[in-house]
């Protein structure tokens, strides 16, 4: 879901949000990701609110998708956190993996975060 | 613990208070929608007990939480800047404006921000003498546009907020002082921002990536002195 507002614009990431005019782009389990130094983030009740200073652009990550965004670390691969995480919330990492790969490649393709290592 | 207390609505924000003193809980009764909960938000405290063995007074003061945030021998200027702070409940932050938890000192009419958690305990008799007048408040209303503190007036007051140019804004640092880069602005300030939510974040996060272009943010240790020491220098 998306809503233009102001000069600005917001982003629910809970479903597949992804900016429309850019080419997707596939995140891969193996996959290390950093988050972009442009993005920052805070913690607002259960949601993350993320916010690009340059596009002026907000996220707002439900609760899940906001753990993971702050497990990004430039050094795990996205599979190694999802194992940790599938192992706190109890479930199958497979499952997780499936559900989450799509919200990170969406990130990936609204420039959120960037890959440093791809194996 | 506390002889007097109760629960108060402001606007839309349910504050437990308490005190020694049962005339400022009885002020408060106009907003009481029940008793307060066993977690007190704010603690006035004007009539504090000193421990037999300790030679130094207890300064009358204002608790939230377990923080001093103000503190001062003078009970109707502590009183007061209570009220102010529950005033700062009625006024959210609209579009072009950002709440910050930061506190206002001034002088000659000008305001410098300072993150409030590095003023609790501050000595406002230092301050006095220097002519810099804090408020120790919750949080402090900014209009971008106009580069102004709008300082709130005491709760359930008719009159306006009272606009004080801002001359500097200070974020708390971990490290030696120095300009930091905007984007790291806006992320130290976004843990700043008050009643940041879900539906306000995105005018709350324009407010604040325009202030840092209107008037970038500067670095505070989190020594008391030197920070006293920096306001006397840059007001």
Same mark, same amino acid.
């Given at each position: 879901?998306?809503e233009?507002?102001g +000069?600005?614009? @917001? @982003?629910?990431?809970?479903?597949?949000?992804?900016?429309?005019?850019?080419?997707?782009?596939?995140?891969?389990?193996?996959?290390?990701l950093?988050?972009?130094?442009?993005?920052?983030?805070?913690l607002?009740?259960e949601?993350t609110?993320?916010?690009?200073?340059?596009?002026?652009?907000?996220?707002?990550l439900?609760?899940l998708a906001?753990?993971?965004?702050r497990?990004?670390?430039?050094?795990?691969?996205?599979e190694?956190?999802?194992a940790?995480?599938?192992?706190?919330?109890?479930?199958?990492p497979?499952k997780?993996i499936?559900?989450?790969?799509?919200?990170?490649s969406?990130?990936l393709?609204? +420039?959120? @975060?960037e890959?440093v290592?791809?194996? | 613990?506390?002889?007097?207390?109760l629960?108060?609505l402001i606007?839309?924000?349910?504050? /437990?208070?308490?005190?020694d003193?049962?005339a400022? !809980?009885e002020?408060?009764?106009?907003?009481?929608?029940?008793?307060a909960?066993?977690?007190?938000?704010y603690?006035?405290? =004007?009539?504090?007990?000193d421990?037999?063995?300790?030679k130094?007074?207890? !300064?009358?003061?204002i608790?939230r939480? /377990?923080?001093?945030i103000?503190?001062?021998?003078?009970?109707?200027? =502590?009183?007061g800047?209570?009220?102010r702070l529950?005033g700062?409940f009625?006024?959210?932050?609209?579009?072009?404006?950002v709440?910050?938890?930061s506190?206002?000192?001034?002088?000659d009419?000008?305001?410098?921000?300072?993150?409030? /958690?590095l003023?609790?305990?501050v /000595?406002?008799?230092? =301050?006095?003498?220097?002519? !810099?007048?804090?408020?120790?408040?919750?949080?402090?209303?900014?209009?971008?546009?106009?580069?102004?503190? =709008?300082?709130d007036?005491s709760?359930g007051s008719?009159e306006?907020?009272?606009?004080?140019?801002?001359?500097?804004?200070w974020?708390?640092?971990?490290?030696?002082?120095g300009?930091?880069?905007r984007?790291?602005?806006?992320?130290?300030?976004m843990?700043?921002?008050?009643?940041?939510?879900p539906?306000?974040?995105?005018?709350?996060?324009d407010?604040v990536?325009?202030?840092?272009?209107?008037?970038?943010?500067?670095?505070?240790?989190?020594?008391?002195?030197?920070?006293?020491?920096?306001?006397?220098?840059?007001?």
């Amino acid at each position: 879901m998306s809503e233009a507002n102001g +000069g600005g614009r @917001v @982003v629910w990431v809970d479903s597949l949000p992804a900016d429309d005019d850019a080419p997707w782009q596939d995140v891969h389990a193996e996959d290390v990701l950093r988050v972009v130094t442009d993005a920052s983030s805070v913690l607002v009740d259960e949601d993350t609110v993320v916010f690009e200073v340059s596009s002026r652009t907000t996220h707002i990550l439900d609760p899940l998708a906001g753990l993971i965004w702050r497990c990004i670390n430039g050094r795990d691969s996205l599979e190694a956190i999802l194992a940790d995480v599938a192992d706190a919330i109890n479930v199958a990492p497979a499952k997780l993996i499936s559900d989450v790969l799509p919200v990170a490649s969406s990130w990936l393709t609204d +420039g959120l @975060v960037e890959v440093v290592k791809s194996e | 613990m506390w002889p007097h207390h109760l629960k108060v609505l402001i606007a839309n924000t349910v504050i /437990s208070i308490a005190s020694d003193d049962p005339a400022p !809980i009885e002020r408060l009764e106009p907003w009481r929608i029940g008793e307060a909960d066993e977690l007190i938000d704010y603690a006035l405290r =004007l009539s504090p007990e000193d421990p037999e063995e300790s030679k130094q007074r207890t !300064i009358p003061n204002i608790r939230r939480g /377990s923080d001093n945030i103000a503190q001062s021998f003078d009970l109707e200027r =502590l009183e007061g800047w209570l009220w102010r702070l529950l005033g700062g409940f009625e006024r959210p932050a609209s579009a072009g404006q950002v709440r910050l938890r930061s506190v206002a000192a001034m002088r000659d009419g000008t305001a410098i921000l300072v993150p409030a /958690s590095l003023t609790y305990g501050v /000595s406002h008799r230092r =301050l006095d003498r220097l002519g !810099i007048e804090l408020l120790p408040v919750r949080s402090t209303l900014v209009d971008v546009a106009s580069t102004s503190a =709008l300082l709130d007036p005491s709760l359930g007051s008719p009159e306006d907020p009272v606009s004080v140019p801002i001359v500097g804004w200070w974020l708390p640092s971990y490290s030696e002082d120095g300009v930091i880069d905007r984007t790291t602005q806006v992320a130290d300030a976004m843990q700043m921002v008050d009643d940041l939510r879900p539906d306000n974040a995105q005018h709350t996060l324009d407010a604040v990536a325009d202030l840092t272009f209107a008037l970038p943010a500067e670095l505070v240790s989190f020594d008391q002195n030197e920070l006293v020491n920096r306001l006397h220098s840059s007001l």
